[in-house]
């Protein structure tokens, strides 16, 4: 099993849109989880980090199921700048003082009008 | 505020030519500094990190070599490119202790002919 798992994609969907990308992750110890957003050719910017009791963004939600291992971004009211690649990034340490972040190969949005 | 700046931001070399990318960090101190490659259709690799001066930890077993000669400078080299190391590398720094919010450099697209 990949350490941290994406549905590649391509989601596309109209503007106005509700939609929503799943993360799985293998390490149970994992304690830190992130979204990170990637536009084309471009390089990635944290988008918002995942919290237990899960967070709020404006339109963006992001939620974490420890038991099940998964992540998960939902995004309402979909405009034309929420097209990019979506990331999901868990921290897992490893031992010693550098804890590794290990991305997926991330999940591809287009809007449409 | 804190800045990163990674050059060049294309580069097209031969096999068996040298590579130097270089990255710096401005508005911050003591950061940690690392170096990703994303391959096409891939996740972003870790190939180096680094917490301080002249300390420099390796990922993955390749052709390609970092070097820390300054506080706020990161140098990816290879002596010797090979068709396989062609990729989207990326640049990024983090707040020491805190190693989860990753900030990237703009990116270099290498391609080796």
């Known amino acids: 099993r990949k350490e941290v798992e994406q549905d590649p994609g391509p989601f596309n969907v109209p503007e106005g849109a509700t939609v929503a990308f799943n993360c799985t992750y293998s390490n149970s110890a994992s304690q830190s989880f992130f979204w990170y957003r990637q536009d084309c050719r471009k390089e990635p910017k944290l988008l918002m980090s995942?919290?237990?009791s899960g967070n709020e963004d404006g339109r963006f939600t992001a939620q974490l199921n420890r038991a099940s291992q998964y992540i998960s971004l939902l995004i309402r009211d979909s405009k034309l700048s929420d097209s990019a690649t979506y990331l999901c990034?868990?921290?897992?340490?490893?031992?010693?003082?550098?804890?590794?972040?290990?991305f997926g190969k991330g999940t591809k949005l287009s809007v449409k009008p | 505020s804190q800045t990163i700046h990674q050059w060049p931001a294309t580069l097209v070399q031969p096999v068996g030519s040298p590579l130097s990318l270089e990255c710096t960090v401005e508005g911050t101190s003591n950061p940690n500094l690392y170096w990703y490659r994303q391959a096409a259709g891939r996740g972003l690799q870790l190939l180096f990190y680094?917490?301080?001066?002249?300390?420099i930890s390796s990922e993955v077993p390749q052709n390609l070599s970092a070097s820390r000669p300054q506080d706020r400078q990161f140098i990816l080299s290879s002596k010797k490119l090979l068709l396989s190391d062609s990729g989207f590398y990326l640049c990024?720094?983090?707040?020491?202790?805190?190693?989860?919010?990753?900030?990237f450099g703009s990116g270099t697209q290498l391609s080796v002919l």
């Open positions: 990024a720094w983090s707040s020491q202790g805190a190693g989860e919010k990753l900030f």
């Open positions: 680094s917490v301080g001066i002249g300390q």
């Open positions: 995942v919290y237990s």
């Open positions: 990034v868990v921290k897992s340490d490893y031992g010693g003082s550098q804890g590794n972040l290990i």
